[in-house]
Structures are given as C-alpha cells and as structure tokens.
C-alpha cells in the first residue's frame, strides 16, 4: 500500500488549497484513509466501506476529505486557512481516525499558511 500526496503550497490565512492522495496497492483490511499532519496528528479520515467521515475540532467546518474510488484518490479540500494549519500532510490507512500505526509514509506535501 503506497500513498504519494500532492496539492500542497503557501498561502496567506483565509485562503484554500486542495491536498490529492493518489492510493496504489490493496486497502483490504483497513477501515478508513485518513490526513495526518507531520505524520502524526490526524485531521481527517474517510472510512473505505461506508464513506463515512471524522474531522479533528482544530479543522471541523472548515476541511472536508472526499474520495474519488475510480481514481484511487483522497482528497482534503482546506478552506480559511489558518498559521496553525502549517505543516506537512501525509496520508494514511487508519482505524482511529486520530492516529495510525502505518509507517510507509508518502512523501507528503508541505502547506504554510503565512501573511
């Protein structure tokens, strides 16, 4: 299972960007995909089977994951961005949403949010 994200920039607070998270390989097994910010802190899941979806607070109403199942991609749509919002994002198969066990990241993509 390999992941490589995309989308990522520099931006100023208050404006967008559109994360991509290209899956290859077999998600059979795994609940959900998930973005996680420095490999470590996850933002966003969408579960594989039901579609259904978890945001962390810091980014409720203003992020939304969606999946393209015929393209093999996740995608994070972030709106009003915030300074607090930079970092770099992986994303991840998860079973918590909150964290993962998973340790093949991707390369990640790099969002500062800066005026």
């Known amino acids: 299972l390999q992941f490589v994200e995309s989308g990522g920039g520099m931006v100023h607070p208050g404006g967008s960007l559109k994360l991509s998270c290209v899956v290859s390989g077999s998600t059979e097994g795994h609940y959900a995909i998930g973005w996680f910010r420095q490999a470590q802190h996850g933002v966003a899941c969408i579960g594989l089977s039901d579609g259904n979806t978890y945001y962390a607070d810091s980014v409720k109403g203003r992020f939304t994951i969606s999946r393209d199942n015929a393209e093999n991609t996740v995608y994070l749509q972030m709106n009003n961005l915030r300074p607090e919002d930079t970092a770099d994002y992986y994303c991840?198969?998860?079973?918590?949403?909150?964290?993962?066990?998973?340790?093949?990241w991707g390369p990640g993509t790099q969002v500062t949010v800066s005026s």
């Open positions: 991840a198969p998860t079973t918590g949403c909150s964290f993962t066990t998973f340790t093949d």
